[in-house]
């Protein structure tokens, strides 16, 4: 995975823990386990630090990766995928 993977990898995980809290909070009984979204923000966290790393030392090497990724639309948290 090049850093710009890792760095929308990881945004999408965000996105994935906050709809699952979200879920969870309203008591959807298809939220799945309440401990979940913390083990998928740790996986976003893993992914973030390694786009950071990759950014630091090869950022050059990918800068229209990195544009790409920057320039995504964000949507809402909580909204639907």
């Avoid at 996986?43 to 630090?49: D, E, I, K, P, Y």
């Avoid at 790393?53 to 909580?78: F, N, Q």
Wanted: aromatic share 4%; hydrophobic share 45%; charged share 15%.
């Amino acid at each position: 995975m090049s850093g710009p993977e890792h760095y929308a990898h990881a945004e999408y995980l965000l996105a994935q823990s906050i709809d699952q809290r979200v879920a969870i909070a309203h008591g959807d009984p298809d939220a799945g386990d309440p401990q979940e979204p913390d083990r998928i923000m740790a996986l976003a966290q893993v992914h973030a630090t390694l786009a950071l790393a990759a950014a630091t030392a090869l950022g050059a090497l990918h800068a229209e990766g990195w544009a790409d990724v920057a320039a995504a639309p964000r949507r809402p948290a909580g909204g639907a995928s």
